[in-house]
T-cell receptor
Framework: GENVGLHLPTLSVQEGDNSIINCAYSNSASDYFIWYKQESGKGPQFIIDIRSNMDKRQGQRVTVLLNKTVKHLSLQIAATQPGDSAVYFCAEVYGGSQGNLIFGKGTKLSVKP | GAVVSQHPSRVICKSGTSVKIECRSLDFQATTMFWYRQFPKQSLMLMATSNEGSKATYEQGVEKDKFLINHASLTLSTLTVTSAHPEDSSFYIC?????????????FGPGTRLTVT
């Protein structure tokens, strides 16, 4: 069958515009979610997290929204910069204190100067 | 703080040989370390979870005799790919967990690119 993993969804935005990256998660019992940024050839870098008892959390230039009804997460990046170009993954935490992560498929963000 | 290193960053080996990858937490003690593999343009897939001083827990489909994990101290875990084959070529990433009452954050290493020829 088709290997959808070879075709990362891509979002292309103009420098200075806002970016919205979406993610659907799988486990309704997950109680903690994290967004990671991964640049080419590097490990994932923590961006922002949110617990399931919240629906919004803001950081510096980033906002995460959580909709538990439809199991959907989004990452909003304000005033996107060329340095934001990377692959973004959402991850859900399961396994209690063990903290095992399930990563989503990822979205490639390309910022045009 | 919370820096995780991996060594080597890149390794090329011949088919049939074994390769060891080290993961170190440099400025904190990690009771749990995780090993992931990532194929090009794909997401990270958890291979195994290791707790210091105990046997690793492998995810379904991961051969524990092929991917040997040792977590001998609170700052070091190693992954040994035994009898490597070209299909083992991948990007291997470790992370170290430091759960707190408010966070389950994992700190990721920079990854190791393994190429098996």
């Amino acid at each position: 069958g088709e290997n959808v993993g070879l075709h990362l969804p891509t979002l292309s935005v103009q420098e200075g515009d806002n970016s919205i990256i979406n993610c659907a998660y799988s486990n309704s019992a997950s109680d903690y979610f994290i967004w990671y940024k991964q640049e080419s050839g590097k490990g994932p870098q923590f961006i922002i997290d949110i617990r399931s008892n919240m629906d919004k959390r803001q950081g510096q230039r980033v906002t995460v929204l959580l909709n538990k009804t439809v199991k959907h997460l989004s990452l909003q990046i304000a005033a996107t910069q060329p340095g934001d170009s990377a692959v973004y993954f959402c991850a859900e935490v399961y396994g209690g204190s063990q903290g095992n992560l399930i990563f989503g498929k990822g979205t490639k963000l390309s910022v045009k100067p | 703080g919370a820096v995780v290193s991996q060594h080597p960053s890149r390794v090329i080996c011949k088919s049939g040989t074994s390769v060891k990858i080290e993961c170190r937490s440099l400025d904190f003690q990690a009771t749990t370390m995780f090993w992931y593999r990532q194929f090009p343009k794909q997401s990270l897939m958890l291979m195994a979870t290791s707790n210091e001083g105990s046997k690793a827990t492998y995810e379904q489909g991961v051969e524990k005799d092929k991917f040997l994990i040792n977590h001998a101290s609170l700052t070091l875990s190693t992954l040994t790919v035994t009898s490597a084959h070209p299909e083992d070529s991948s990007f291997y990433i470790c992370s170290a967990g430091r759960p707190t009452p408010t966070s389950y954050e994992q700190y990721f290493g920079p990854g190791t690119r393994l190429t098996v020829t």
